[in-house]
Every structure is written in structure tokens, then in C-alpha cells.
């Protein structure tokens, strides 16, 4: 390469203007401004920069509120907040990967034992043949001992993305077994870099150095060498349907050649059924596979064990409101499905709420028990009663005196309150499993604020007040909503009264261990346990023995015992969603800790380029907010912005659109207002005349070249598409509709 | 619901184009030709484009000015990991930079231009991989291993070298943070898929930070979901600017140009003035012995890709001679070319 061609060279970035800037391929802006120093004089810059700003604009309501959010950014420690955010987000990041692993063990354990024997057998046969494989090249004459122990990890879903992590996980699983791992993606199987990249990228990993040469013998001698030698080696492709056929075969018959020198046992991931290999390699490559099939976990199971581990149970302390997890619940179910982009929308609302809450610093500290320390800091202190006495929940529930106590005790209360409901919501899933019922989707009924709307209204007294709840006059749930509606919540209460003995007692019994924290629960469940176990005793007796007369007469007088318990199990649990499942939304302080703006999320997940785009041409004065375009209603106006005429005119053509016609529909628009040309129009013309400049005196040159920028621009935008030499006097439009 | 409002969508996305391929079928195709129109000479068309008086200036800078209480909140989402990728009609280079330079001036900033038609993704790595080091160099305590090893000439090292190195995890986060600013991540140098693979591993380094612009209306569809979300992690922000697209725009033809083809001689000059000065002065029509005598060139090889470099802008394009042998030419009118010269000089 010659050093002459780098750009940067030969214009230093300090001297190079701005138009030399804009046409180098790449240019360094600044660098780092160093140390603490500098850190202060952006911060004056930031000042100086608002007052400057400010007397040029007319300050409306709306800046003026930006500024006092940028003033109030300034003050609330967002260095804090930086910290809280990876605190908080490292929390969850690392629970959703012991979740995974979790889910995981069973299959990585299996496919850890299918290696080790796979080794053995390998070495067994190597002792057999050691004569051939101590020669110099591996000559194998016979078929079958060439054969490469290949481990086909079906993993039930199409999108590769979420099992990128599993493959990693894998990884590093076999790797703490002992294993030599090394993981290759399609990327590594490309027809244009051959045999050669993804051997490269295995002497990358395994020797952890990058060489010029490649060739298996380097690995061959990697492998003899001391701490290698006798360990499985595994090479775990992630995603075999996207790998290049030919290359992959290639890759298997080299690796069966030299399976006597590198024992390497092969993982792949297959994404859609058992045939894929049989798909991508030829039949000669088939022979060289001895395949084993391993299967992962559905998405919808990970789902709702990462759910369970971060939104329900006690985690980190940040958690998103009804609507918010309507909104991610659509999006898993409509976007995607994966759970990776679950995930990424449960960091993107992360963010928002830690750049957007002043007080959700707070978040940092919850768990560690710091917040006490926080509330030591005098200064600290100050800033976090202001802001809390501003959250209308915490107004709504404080009267009186504004103290740090007052704060203090409603951190506590919320977290008891969070953990109860967590609690009753786990409840339920653990009934709701035997109607298959997701823990998505009652997660977003139980954080449903009506429910609380609804009790505080409800006069009935709370289980902490009256001792005995199974009193038939407590059940409630014909006046409450959630038993009523056939909601999910509803659905698991009445599968608690369908369940055969067996399985109520099993749930029950789940109960208990879920609800070992809440006394009172937990109590009501063991008055129950005697009862139910007579019942189940007796249960499993009939089933052996023939049901005689006398028999049947007392199970007769058991089935009333019976329907008792079911009805006592049912009330408990409808108690506990009406006393215990308190949604967080409706408890003081909880915009602290609640992320609740669903616009913001969407748009800063999904981006929407195809549609706002074309809104922006067609709507440009909205956004323009100018005085000149906006009181002309639908008709096009010359004021407007010349890119929005064109594309508001492109409208009214079909998929082509005529250049002439259209270069004359856009010079009348420009040269004279609309209504001149069309004589129906809604606003009297008199009115109009007035908002409208008089046409300018405009030269055809100026006008033809308005028109090319505006196509230009448009082709920027890749809404149209250039004229063909086919068709010379026709663009093609590209979107229809937004 | 929900989902029937999808179909919605949908339906009335299908309606609406059979709709538009109705109107072109029944109603009288329009049979007026280009050449109908007076069309004035292309340098006074090139002129007046280039002076044409921008409409709303006043609201577009009150529009850029309203994205400034944005940037905090820009900066927190960058710190904490997020790459930014800013979309919605209208130049959004002007924003980007001044976000840059006001709101991230602790960090390093490398700005890739993504209009322009080839961006030599190895080069910005290396610069990356520069800046970084230098960086590292002067806010560590003390030396690491990792860090002397790292010392040997970036230029010489593998593309996956870089990328390990800008991936390291030497230093505490900000510290040792390069921001990328790409205007135009879908743009011409830029489009390929091999380059989008590499702008997203870049953009899974954990030194590094992305602002991206995109103006493609299709450009979502560059990327796979590994590349959206794990690897630019992008918090998307409509920010239309409604400014002009005055360098993104420089290299597309103007339609009412005769021929109407890319070919100029302004891309010209400009594709000339953005290459390295020794590439610039050399005299396309000489051979490798002129070249030579001149000092331009020491061998064949750089020669050669000086040559390609040229090819691919077409400006020299290659054409075999009935003797078998290729011969070089330029396909520029002779008047362009002395007029190119005229000013380029």
C-alpha cells in the first residue's frame, strides 16, 4: 500500500477548511480534549452558548421549557445517573444471562457428555490406527474412520440472532469442561475468502495470534503441544443455513482428513429442520457426519424466564409501566419475535428513563441499600425533595410535611409493595401454566393501574383487617374487574378451580415456597395443607382400589371436602390479587423507578424512514412551522419548500411520472398560486390573495435548476427512481402511500 | 386490533400502488418529451443552481436550533453505549457537526463522509485505531501489556487486529471513547454489504461510539438483525433539517442537463481535488516511463492504483486496441478537459 494515499496525510486536520473537510473521504473533527480541565470548559461553552442563543430567539413556551430541562439536566448529577444507568443495566444483563444459561443447562450438559464420548471414541480408534498416525500426512484409507462426530443443535427459531449468545455460552460451558472451543460464524464462511478465512479465523482463536500462512498443519502442531494435547477439540458453527455450501464443504473434508491429528468434534446450529445439512453439502461430504441432534428452548419459554427474572421478581429495581409493556409485547409479537430485540427495547427504555428522570439516580443505589447514604448527602438531599414533591403520585399521597423521613419511607413501602405484587403475579403463572398461559401477557394485565383505580373505590376491608378471608361474603370478584373480564388473570383463577387434586396440590404447594416472605400468605396456605393432603391420600387410594358402595357413599361426603378446598383456594387467590397485587403505577414515588413514555421508546426503537420521510415532503410546513405555507390548506403554495412541491405534485401521477409534465405542474406552482390554475377552492380568493407573496419574477433558468435540485433530493431519498435509457422522459416513483 | 391495523397498512400499501399503476395505464400515458421544454445551457443552469435564494432560512435554523436541547440527551444515551442514527428530510450534516463540536469535544471525533463514492473503511481504522492510542497513551497510569503491545504500526496490522484492538477493554469506558460521526451510512462509499459488516463490528468496539445519518428511505433494509441489535444499537431520532443537500447532492446529475449523464466536468474536479496530490498532478495519458521520469510514481504497482482509482470514478476508462493492447482514455469532451485544466490550475 502506498503510505502517499491516506487521505489524513496530506491534509492535516487542523489547517484543512471546511469544503476540503467535505470532500475527503474521512477527516478527525478533534481529538479529546484532555482531562478534567476540559471536562469544565465544555460546560462554560454549554453556558456561553445559551446565552447567546437566547435573545435571537423568540422564546416560546415550549423552549422555554426545553431549557428549563436543560438547566435542570445540569444540576441533577447526570454523571449519576450515567453510573446508575450501568449499574442498573449490568444488573439485568447479567440476570438475563444466568437466565439463559439456566435454561440452557439441561442441553449443554447433554452435548458436553455426547463430546467427551465422541472424544473417546475417537482416541480409542486413533490407538488402534497409531501406527498411520504417527506417519507424517494422516493415509486413511478407510471411510468410516474418517468420520467427523458432528452435534446438530436444532434451534427452533429462524432468526439466528437470538441464539448468538447461546453459542457463546456454549462455548465458554465446554471451554470450562476442558475443551479447545472456537466459535465460527457465516461470516467466516464466505465464497470470497474460501477455506482460507475460516481457517484463519480458527488458528485466530486457538493459537490467538493472527499468521500470514494458513494451513491445518500449523493447527496439527498447535494441538501437540503441551496443555492441548488429550483435550476434545470443538469448532461450533453458529448458523449453518447461511454459511456458503461450498466452502463448508470443504472446510468438513479437511477436518475429517485430519481428524487422527485434531480430534475436532463439530457443533452446528441449525435453524430450520434436521434436512439443512442434507441442503447446503453434497452427498460425498454427508458421509464424513456422524451426526448426534441436541434441541434448544423456544423463544417463548426464554421469553418468560427472562421476564420472570427481570420485570417480576425483585432485579434491579427499574420497571416499565402498563402501557410500556403493551407496547414491547406488540413489538415482540409483531417485529420480530426474538427476544434479543425484546431485550434491546427493555435497554432503549432503560435509557430513556435514566436520561430523562432527573431523580432515577436513585435506581443506582436501590438494592445495595446506599440509598440510606443518599440521603445523607445534605445537597443530594435537597435536589431529590424538590424533585419528589413535584411527582403527582407522591403529591397525591403526601400531605403536609416534606421531609427526607417521608421519602424515605415511601422508598421502603414501595419496594414491600413491588415485591408482594411480584409475588401474586408469579402466583398466578404457576396456575396459568396449566392453561399454557405466557407470563408476557399476564405480566401486562397485573401492571394494569385500573386494577388499583378499581379497589380503592371498593370498600370491601383488606386481608390484613379481617382474620378470616374465606368467609363467603368476601369474595368480591363479581364487582372486580380482572375475574370478570376474560382477561389472562381471569383464565388462571378459574383453571385453579379445573385442576384435578393432584395437580391443585402440587400448586399449592408452589404457593407456598413463592409465598415464604409474605406471613400472612404463607399461613392461609398451610391451613390448607392438611385438609388437601388427607384429600390427596385418598385420591390416589381410590384410584387402586374398586370403588365399593360404602366407598363411594363417603366420597360422596369428600367431594363437598373437596369442592371446599377448591373454593378455598380460589378465594385465597383472588384475595391476594385484590390486597396483594398492588400495579406499580399506582403507588406513590413510582415515576422514580417506572419508565412510562411509550412515544419516546417507539421512536427512538423503531425508526421509520419510509414513512416519516414522505410525511415531512408532504406536510413540510408543519414542520417548517412558517407563517407563509401553512394557511393555504391542501393547495400548494410557491412559498413552499420546493422538494415538498415536487413530491406533494408526484402524487397526482401514477407509478411513472411524465418529466415535462411534471417540470410544468412545478414551474405553475412556483410562478403562480395554485388557485389560479384551479378554480375550485375552498377559501375565497380575495382571502388567499393576501397570504400569498406576489409571484416572483423567476428567470426559466432559476426555475429549471430549483427542479433539478428537487429531483436530486428526491433521488437522495431513494423516493424516485431515474429515467432508464428506455424510458428518457420518465422517473419512476418509488413509494406509494405512507 | 392491532394487527388488523398492520393488514390495514398493508392493504391500503398495495391498493394504493395498483392504484398509481391504474392512473399510468388508463389515464392517456403523457407522451411529452423532455426536449419540449426551453431547456436552458447546463453551466447556467449549473450557476443558477448554485445561487438559487434557500427558501424558510429563517425557520430551518429554528428548526436546527430547537435539536439543540436535544443533545444532552444524545450525549447520556452515547455514554451509556447507544450508537445515534439521525433521520428525516434534509441535509443533517450542519446538525451532526455541531453536535460534534459542541457537545462531544471530549471525545475524539473522526467524521467519514458517506455521499462520496469510495471510503477506504481499512484507512479510517487505522486512524481510529490512532487516535485511540494516542488517547490511551495519555490518560493511562500505568503501562499494561496490552498497550505496548499495541505499539506496532497500525497500518501494517489486519483489519481483525484493529478491530480487537479498538474492541479492548484496557480502560475504564469513557476514557478511552472515539465518537464516529458517518454522514450518509447509506450512502454510495458506503452501501456494500462487506462495508456494512465492517462499519458494525467497528460499531460494536467498545471504544467506540457512532452518529450516523441515513436519508435512504429504504436504508433499514442494509442491515440484518445482528447488525441492528447487537451491533449498532441505534436510538433512532427524526430530526428533519429541510436544509439544502448541497454536498450529499454534488455528485447526482442534474436532470435537465443535456445527456443527463453523471459525467462532468465539475464531478470531475471535485473527484480530482479530493484524491492525493501526487495522484492529481499525474497526466492520465502518460505511461508508467513518464510517470516515472517525473518522479509521480515509483512503480508499476502505484501506478496502478492510482490508475484504479480513476477507473472507478470514471474518470479514465480502459479500451483494447486491435493490437491487443489496453489502452487508456479519457471520456470527457476535450472542451471539458480544458476547462477542467483551466481551473484546476
Known amino acids: 500500500m502506498a503510505p502517499s494515499a491516506t487521505p489524513i496525510d496530506s491534509s492535516p486536520p487542523s489547517t484543512s477548511s471546511s469544503v476540503d473537510n467535505n470532500l475527503q473521504p474521512f477527516f478527525v473533527l478533534h481529538k479529546a480534549s484532555s482531562g478534567k480541565s476540559e471536562r469544565k470548559s465544555t460546560g462554560s461553552a454549554k453556558t456561553?452558548?445559551?446565552?447567546?442563543?437566547?435573545?435571537?430567539?423568540?422564546?416560546?413556551?415550549?423552549?422555554?421549557?426545553?431549557?428549563?430541562?436543560?438547566?435542570?439536566?445540569?444540576?441533577?448529577?447526570?454523571?449519576?445517573?450515567?453510573?446508575?444507568?450501568?449499574?442498573?443495566?449490568?444488573?439485568?444483563?447479567?440476570?438475563?444471562?444466568?437466565?439463559?444459561?439456566?435454561?440452557?443447562?439441561?442441553?449443554?450438559?447433554?452435548?458436553?457428555?455426547?463430546?467427551?464420548?465422541?472424544?473417546?471414541?475417537?482416541?480409542?480408534?486413533?490407538?488402534?490406527?497409531?501406527?498411520?498416525?504417527?506417519?507424517?500426512?494422516?493415509?486413511?484409507?478407510?471411510?468410516?474412520?474418517?468420520?467427523?462426530?458432528?452435534?446438530?443443535?436444532?434451534?427452533?427459531?429462524?432468526?439466528?440472532?437470538?441464539?448468538?449468545?447461546?453459542?457463546?455460552?456454549?462455548?465458554?460451558?465446554?471451554?470450562?469442561?476442558?475443551?479447545?472451543?472456537?466459535?465460527?460464524?457465516?461470516?467466516?464462511?464466505?465464497?470470497?475468502?474460501?477455506?482460507?478465512?475460516?481457517?484463519?479465523?480458527?488458528?485466530?482463536?486457538?493459537?490467538?495470534?493472527?499468521?500470514?500462512?494458513?494451513?491445518?498443519?500449523?493447527?496439527?502442531?498447535?494441538?501437540?503441544?503441551?496443555?492441548?494435547?488429550?483435550?476434545?477439540?470443538?469448532?461450533?458453527?453458529?448458523?449453518?443455513?447461511?454459511?456458503?455450501?461450498?466452502?463448508?464443504?470443504?472446510?468438513?473434508?479437511?477436518?475429517?482428513?485430519?481428524?487422527?491429528?485434531?480430534?475436532?468434534?463439530?457443533?452446528?446450529?441449525?435453524?430450520?429442520?434436521?434436512?439443512?445439512?442434507?441442503?447446503?453439502?453434497?452427498?460425498?461430504?454427508?458421509?464424513?457426519?456422524?451426526?448426534?441432534?441436541?434441541?434448544?428452548?423456544?423463544?417463548?419459554?426464554?421469553?418468560?424466564?427472562?421476564?420472570?427474572?427481570?420485570?417480576?421478581?425483585?432485579?434491579?429495581?427499574?420497571?416499565?409501566?402498563?402501557?410500556?409493556?403493551?407496547?414491547?409485547?406488540?413489538?415482540?409479537?409483531?417485529?420480530?419475535?426474538?427476544?434479543?430485540?425484546?431485550?434491546?427495547?427493555?435497554?432503549?427504555?432503560?435509557?430513556?428513563?435514566?436520561?430523562?428522570?432527573?431523580?432515577?439516580?436513585?435506581?443506582?443505589?436501590?438494592?445495595?441499600?446506599?440509598?440510606?447514604?443518599?440521603?445523607?448527602?445534605?445537597?443530594?438531599?435537597?435536589?431529590?425533595?424538590?424533585?419528589?414533591?413535584?411527582?403527582?403520585?407522591?403529591?397525591?399521597?403526601?400531605?403536609?410535611?416534606?421531609?427526607?423521613?417521608?421519602?424515605?419511607?415511601?422508598?421502603?413501602?414501595?419496594?414491600?409493595?413491588?415485591?408482594?405484587?411480584?409475588?401474586?403475579?408469579?402466583?398466578?403463572?404457576?396456575?396459568?401454566k396449566y392453561d399454557k398461559i405466557r407470563l408476557l401477557d399476564l405480566l401486562c394485565e397485573a401492571l394494569d393501574p385500573e386494577l388499583h383505580n378499581f379497589r380503592t373505590s371498593d370498600t370491601h376491608t383488606k386481608i390484613e383487617e379481617e382474620p378470616c378471608p374465606f368467609s363467603s361474603n368476601y369474595r368480591c370478584h363479581q364487582q372486580y374487574p380482572v375475574f370478570r373480564k376474560g382477561g389472562f388473570i381471569g383464565r388462571a383463577l378459574r383453571k385453579v378451580r379445573d385442576l384435578p387434586i393432584v395437580q391443585l396440590c402440587k400448586l399449592l404447594q408452589r404457593w407456598e415456597e413463592l409465598t415464604v416472605d409474605v406471613i400472612k400468605i404463607h399461613e392461609k396456605l398451610k391451613e390448607l395443607r392438611p385438609v388437601l393432603k388427607s384429600e390427596n391420600d385418598k385420591s390416589s387410594k381410590e384410584d387402586m382400589t374398586n370403588i365399593s358402595k360404602r366407598q363411594a357413599s363417603r366420597s360422596q361426603l369428600n367431594m363437598e371436602d373437596t369442592k371446599a378446598v377448591y373454593e378455598k383456594a380460589t378465594i385465597l387467590m383472588e384475595c391476594m390479587v385484590r390486597d396483594y397485587m398492588q400495579p406499580i403505577e399506582s403507588i406513590p414515588l413510582h415515576e422514580v423507578f417506572c419508565f412510562k413514555n411509550v412515544e419516546k421508546l417507539q421512536s427512538a426503537l423503531i425508526g421509520d424512514p419510509r414513512r416519516r420521510i414522505q410525511v415531512d415532503l408532504l406536510e413540510s410546513h408543519i414542520i417548517l412551522r412558517c407563517r407563509c405555507c401553512s394557511g393555504g390548506g391542501n393547495t400548494l403554495l410557491p412559498t413552499m419548500h420546493d422538494t415538498s412541491i415536487m413530491y406533494n405534485l408526484a402524487q397526482e401521477h401514477g407509478d411513472l411520472i411524465n418529466l415535462h409534465d411534471w417540470y410544468q405542474s412545478f414551474k405553475s406552482t412556483v410562478l403562480f398560486p395554485r388557485s389560479k390554475r384551479k378554480q375550485k377552492s375552498k377559501q375565497s380568493p380575495s382571502k388567499k390573495r393576501k397570504n400569498l407573496t406576489e409571484p416572483e419574477n423567476l428567470s426559466e433558468a432559476a426555475i429549471q435548476a430549483r427542479f433539478c435540485r428537487a429531483v436530486a433530493e428526491l433521488q437522495i431519498t431513494g423516493l424516485i427512481r431515474m429515467p432508464t435509457k428506455r424510458r428518457p422522459d420518465f422517473v419512476q416513483r418509488v413509494a406509494f402511500g405512507l | 386490533m392491532e394487527i388488523n391495523d398492520g393488514d390495514e397498512d398493508e392493504f391500503g400499501f398495495s391498493r394504493n400502488y395498483f392504484l398509481a399503476k391504474d392512473m399510468a395505464a388508463s389515464g392517456k400515458k403523457s407522451t411529452h418529451k423532455l426536449s419540449d421544454i426551453n431547456l436552458v445551457d447546463e453551466q447556467e443552469l449549473r450557476a443558477e443552481a448554485s445561487n438559487a435564494e434557500p427558501k424558510h432560512e429563517k425557520e430551518i435554523e429554528s428548526l436546527m436550533e430547537s435539536y439543540k436541547s436535544l443533545y444532552s440527551k444524545w450525549v447520556f444515551e452515547l455514554r451509556c453505549g447507544f450508537g445515534l442514527l439521525m433521520y428525516g428530510f434534509g441535509s443533517k450534516k450542519a446538525l451532526i457537526e455541531d453536535f460534534a463540536s459542541t457537545a462531544l469535544t471530549e471525545y475524539s471525533v473522526v467524521v467519514i463522509n458517506g455521499y462520496l463514492q469510495s471510503i477506504n473503511i481499512k484507512q479510517v481504522l487505522i486512524t481510529l485505531a490512532e487516535l485511540l492510542w494516542d488517547q490511551l497513551k495519555s490518560k493511562r497510569r500505568t503501562p499494561s501489556r496490552n498497550l505496548s503491545k499495541a505499539q506496532q504500526a497500525f497500518n501494517t496490522r489486519s483489519m481483525d487486529d484493529l478491530l480487537a484492538f479498538l474492541d479492548g477493554s484496557q480502560v475504564e469506558e469513557n476514557d478511552g471513547v472515539v465518537c464516529v460521526v458517518i454522514h450518509n451510512i447509506d450512502g454510495p462509499g458506503l452501501r456494500d454489504s462487506e462495508t456494512q459488516q465492517y462499519l458494525a463490528q467497528i460499531a460494536s468496539c467498545s471504544h467506540i461510539r457512532i452518529v450516523a445519518s441515513i436519508d435512504h428511505v429504504n436504508a433499514p433494509l442494509l442491515w440484518d438483525k445482528k447488525m441492528v441489535h447487537t451491533q449498532f444499537n441505534w436510538c433512532w431520532y427524526h430530526v428533519p433539517t429541510f436544509a439544502p443537500y448541497k454536498v450529499e447532492g454534488m455528485f447526482f446529475p442534474l436532470i435537465l442537463a443535456h445527456g443527463g449523464s453523471a459525467q462532468s466536468a465539475k464531478t470531475a474536479a471535485i473527484v480530482l481535488q479530493s484524491l492525493t496530490p501526487n495522484a492529481q498532478s499525474m497526466p492520465i495519458d502518460n505511461l508508467y516511463t513518464v510517470s516515472r521520469e517525473r518522479f509521480l510514481v515509483s512503480s508499476q504497482v502505484t501506478l496502478n492504483s492510482h490508475l484504479t482509482e480513476f477507473k472507478d470514478h470514471d474518470l479514465v476508462k480502459t479500451r483494447r486496441h486491435s493490437d491487443g493492447q489496453d489502452c487508456l482514455y479519457i471520456p470527457l469532451a476535450s472542451e471539458a478537459l480544458e476547462k477542467l485544466f483551466l481551473n484546476y490550475d
Request: charge should be negative.
Open chain 1, 48 to 432: 456561553r452558548r445559551r446565552i447567546d442563543l437566547s435573545p435571537s430567539l423568540q422564546m416560546n413556551a415550549k423552549k422555554l421549557e426545553a431549557k428549563r430541562v436543560e438547566e435542570c439536566d445540569d444540576d441533577c448529577y447526570v454523571n449519576l445517573r450515567v453510573e446508575a444507568f450501568e449499574i442498573v443495566w449490568s444488573k439485568i444483563e447479567s440476570t438475563i444471562k444466568n437466565v439463559l444459561r439456566d435454561v440452557n443447562t439441561n442441553v449443554f450438559n447433554e452435548i458436553h457428555r455426547w463430546v467427551c464420548q465422541s472424544f473417546n471414541t475417537i482416541m480409542s480408534s486413533r490407538t488402534i490406527a497409531f501406527h498411520e498416525a504417527t506417519q507424517a500426512f494422516p493415509i486413511i484409507t478407510d471411510a468410516s474412520s474418517k468420520q467427523l462426530f458432528t452435534g446438530l443443535v436444532l434451534t427452533k427459531n429462524m432468526e439466528f440472532v437470538d441464539d448468538l449468545l447461546t453459542f457463546e455460552e456454549l462455548g465458554l460451558h465446554l471451554r470450562s469442561q476442558g475443551c479447545r472451543v472456537a466459535n465460527l460464524s457465516s461470516l467466516d464462511f464466505t465464497a470470497k475468502s474460501g477455506i482460507n478465512g475460516c481457517l484463519r479465523s480458527l488458528l485466530r482463536q486457538f493459537l490467538m495470534a493472527s499468521l500470514d500462512a494458513v494451513d491445518i498443519s500449523i493447527l496439527a502442531s498447535w494441538y501437540r503441544e503441551q496443555g492441548n494435547y488429550g483435550n476434545p477439540v470443538v469448532v461450533i458453527v453458529e448458523d449453518i443455513e447461511r454459511c456458503c455450501g461450498s466452502v463448508m464443504s470443504d472446510f468438513i473434508l479437511m477436518l475429517s482428513e485430519w481428524v487422527f491429528k485434531i480430534p475436532v468434534i463439530l457443533i452446528m446450529g441449525v435453524a430450520t429442520t434436521l434436512d439443512a445439512p442434507r441442503n447446503i453439502l453434497c452427498s460425498d461430504v454427508l458421509q464424513h457426519l456422524n451426526p448426534c441432534k441436541f434441541t434448544l428452548g423456544t423463544p417463548t419459554e426464554r421469553m418468560d424466564a427472562v421476564i420472570e427474572a427481570v420485570l417480576v421478581k425483585p432485579c434491579s429495581g427499574f420497571s416499565v409501566s402498563h402501557k410500556v409493556a403493551l407496547f414491547m409485547r406488540n413489538y415482540f409479537a409483531r417485529q420480530d419475535g426474538t427476544l434479543t430485540s425484546f431485550i434491546r427495547a427493555l435497554k432503549i427504555a432503560c435509557v430513556q428513563h435514566f436520561s430523562m428522570e432527573p431523580l432515577s439516580f436513585i435506581l443506582g443505589g436501590i438494592s445495595s441499600e446506599e440509598n440510606e447514604q443518599v440521603l445523607q448527602d445534605g445537597l443530594l438531599l435537597q435536589m431529590l425533595l424538590k424533585h419528589a414533591f413535584d411527582l403527582p403520585s407522591f403529591v397525591r399521597n403526601t400531605t403536609g410535611e416534606h421531609n427526607g423521613e417521608i421519602f424515605t419511607h415511601g422508598l421502603l413501602e414501595m419496594k414491600k409493595l413491588l415485591k408482594h405484587w411480584g409475588i401474586v403475579v408469579l402466583c398466578l403463572y404457576e396456575a396459568g
